[in-house]
């Protein structure tokens, strides 16, 4: 079980490979902020209606609405909503913003991104080559630092 923000499930709905997800990390907890970001306000984008039927991804709501609150503005909702869920569950969270990422390890969260799925699915024998999902992740617009990000995980995955 992981919890996870919006964004990851965005991206691998993007590039059709939502079913990798699912068999890495079995189980997708998401708050109501990210509930409705994907599947309210998606209504009629691709992986919606999945999601919404989806019994692998499930729905919780925070336990504290209001404390959402102490956060910066500069995070969204549902990266508000995702870090208190993962706190309260004790759980590793699935995020990908910087500003996020830090408040979440400030707070004692594991943090994992797109990449680590990727990795892990490498690593499982799901995938025999990260480097082609990296190109698709790219086509749809999803921005990874080329140096500081793209170039040391494909040496760690021997795709140097």
Do not use: C
């Not at 995020?95 to 892990?120: C, F, K, P």
């Not at 990296?134 to 990000?149: N, Q, T």
Request: no cysteine; net charge negative.
């Amino acid at each position: 079980m992981i919890v996870a923000d919006a964004g990851p499930i965005i991206v691998f709905v993007r590039i059709g490979r939502l079913a990798l997800l699912q068999q890495i990390v079995e189980t997708v907890v998401i708050p109501d902020a990210v509930y409705d970001e994907l599947v309210i306000a998606g209504h009629g984008r691709p992986g919606a209606e999945e999601i919404s039927q989806s019994v692998w991804i499930q729905n919780e709501s925070i336990r504290d609405p209001r404390a959402t609150q102490h956060f910066s503005d500069i995070l969204a909702q549902g990266e508000k909503e995702a870090i208190l869920l993962a706190e309260e569950r004790q759980a590793t969270l699935l995020l990908d913003d910087q500003r996020a990422r830090q408040e979440s390890r400030n707070r004692g969260i594991e943090v994992v991104g797109v990449l680590w799925v990727l990795g892990e699915a490498k690593r499982r024998g799901f995938v025999t080559e990260v480097r082609p999902i990296i190109d698709e992740l790219l086509a749809v617009g999803y921005w990874l630092h080329p140096e500081r990000v793209i170039r040391p995980f494909l040496e760690e995955m021997g795709e140097a």
